[in-house]
């Protein structure tokens, strides 16, 4: 099993980016899906998740209302536009699959991990 993250690079603050993760050698479209990051020095933090269905998503309250997770089902891919970027989100972004349907913030739920994309937003 493999998540493949992509999309990630140097941004201006108050600009945006879409982050993308194709899954490959099983299908997620029955597992819930999340973005995690971990800025340097710090703990990897929960970003955003979303139910199998799309039906169901769940924000950390620092990208409430800036970050969009969405998925393709069909595409066996999930992704995260980021809008309105701040400085204080640069990190290395990480996708997961979750072992459950249902949206959920801990980490120790999501079996499976991308290899990481790095976003860094510039002042």
């Known amino acids: 099993v493999q998540l493949q993250a992509s999309g990630g690079g140097l941004m201006q603050a108050g600009g945006s980016l879409r982050l993308s993760c194709a899954a490959s050698?099983?299908?997620?479209?029955?597992?819930?899906l999340g973005w995690f990051r971990q800025a340097p020095g710090k703990e990897r933090e929960f970003v955003a998740a979303?139910?199998?269905?799309?039906?169901?998503?769940v924000y950390a309250d620092s990208v409430k209302g800036r970050f969009t997770i969405s998925r393709d089902n069909a595409k066996n891919t999930v992704y995260l536009q980021m809008n309105s970027l701040k400085p204080e989100d640069t990190a290395v972004y990480y996708c997961?699959?979750?072992?459950?349907?249902?949206?959920?913030?801990?980490?120790?739920?999501?079996?499976?991990w991308g290899q990481g994309t790095q976003v860094t937003v510039s002042s």
């Open positions: 997961a699959g979750s072992q459950i349907v249902g949206v959920d913030i801990r980490s120790d739920m999501y079996r499976y």
């Open positions: 050698g099983r299908t997620f479209s029955r597992k819930a």
């Open positions: 979303i139910n199998w269905s799309g039906g169901s998503t």
